[in-house]
């Protein structure tokens, strides 16, 4: 099957070599969370994986994973942060729609947290929803997917930036998945850039954390 058009533009943008085929195991994910993800979502996963954007933002896995010296985000916790700020922000004034049609994605250093709208039973005509720290509104739907929005936020092609900070500084666009990340932690680099970083303090023992290897 072809890669979505979505993942191949970004792709063009941020390129892969950081990246890694998560290997997600879609019908167990799809049974945690009672829906089917959107294609962009699974390509993106295959050809990227979960992992960090430019140092400022995390696409997050769909099934927690064991990590070398820490658990890599999943949308478990992000998914219940984004319930209570909604409840939080007033409910239905803030935002009109059932909390539990908010399932997030992935998350910024902002930190906002962007979601999906799972309202419509086609996991590929679902929006993203900004869930801004900084953000006026709080909560902000744009008509794109994943893969398309961080296209065009990576492109700068928002008139105005839908989150609480801009980290598409006309350098190249960068992806580094999670386990490069604690690779380059325990090595003594900086985890974004693979540099080596005075301040670091590696670990060499494992870190506990649910999840599969």
């Known amino acids: 099957m072809a890669e979505n058009p979505h993942v191949a533009a970004l792709a063009r943008l941020m390129p892969s070599d950081h990246g890694a085929d998560e290997q997600v195991d879609w019908a167990a994910a799809e049974a945690r969370w009672g829906v089917r993800f959107p294609a962009d979502y699974r390509d993106f996963m295959a050809r990227y994986g979960g992992g960090s954007v430019n140092g400022e933002a995390v696409v997050l896995l769909p099934l927690p994973r064991r990590g070398v010296r820490w658990q890599p985000g999943d949308l478990a916790e992000e998914t219940a942060n984004v319930r209570l700020a909604w409840r939080a922000e007033g409910g239905r004034d803030a935002l009109d729609v059932d909390p539990e049609h908010l399932l997030a994605w992935g998350v910024t ?102 999840g599969p290897e």
């Open 109 to 210: 250093a902002g930190p906002d947290i962007l979601c999906w709208l799972t309202t419509d039973p086609d996991p590929d005509r679902w929006p993203v929803v900004v869930c801004g720290r900084h953000t006026s509104p709080t909560f902000s739907v744009h008509p794109y997917g994943m893969a398309a929005f961080l296209h065009r936020l990576l492109a700068d092609e928002f008139d105005d930036p839908p989150v609480s900070l801009v980290f598409w500084d006309g350098t190249p666009a960068r992806f580094v998945h999670w386990r490069e990340e604690q690779r380059r932690y325990v090595a003594g680099l900086d985890p974004v850039t693979g540099e080596p970083d005075p301040y670091a303090q590696p670990r060499h023992r494992p870190a506990d954390g649910p």
